[in-house]
């Protein structure tokens, strides 16, 4: 998958300006699937070329105007020409665990804390993700129904969050406490 995939994807639920994309992208795919804001401008840029957005202008008071930018008939086409393609499963990178696995030329206290902090951030995806979740169940019936997948996707992100979160705490359990 590329980035551009992902952006269609995301204006196929709603348009949006690039700021928004971002903003969207972190609170749902971004546990996933993961860019920086000039990898998005970027891809939108190179996606208007290819006809596959279009956006509108809209002048600000005292700033630059801003794109409001919607997924066009050809760019739904491309994205539904690459949602019948088979897909590999992902190969996860994850330094931290690479630090967990070769921990024991830690001192207890630093591998307790490596692993404090990577729970708290953790914990701070399901906190966000718990946010949005509370604002996609509060939506009329009629807007629901178009983050019905999209919900579904971040609720596998809860349980992955949830999942470490349970891990930490194992981890915790069995590494002792160094006394001072």
Known sequence: MSIKHAILALLDIDQGTGYDLMTRFNNSIGSF???????VYKELASLATEGWVEFDEVEQAG?????IYRVTPAGLDELKSWLQKPV??????YPFLIKIFAGDHLSKAQLRQDIIQNSAEHRET???YTKLEQW?????????KKYHLP???MK????????WLEWSEEMLN???QERE
């Open 33 to 39: 699937w993961s860019a920086s804001h000039q990898q």
């Open 88 to 93: 590999k499963p992902l190969k996860v990178k």
């Open 156 to 163: 596998l992100g809860m349980k992955v969050e949830q999942a």
């Open 174 to 176: 069995d590494i002792p």
């Open 126 to 128: 399901l906190d966000a």
């Open 151 to 153: 919900y579904a996707t």
């Open 136 to 144: 996609i169940l509060h939506l009329p019936e009629k807007e629901k």
């Open 63 to 67: 700033k630059p105007s801003k794109k």
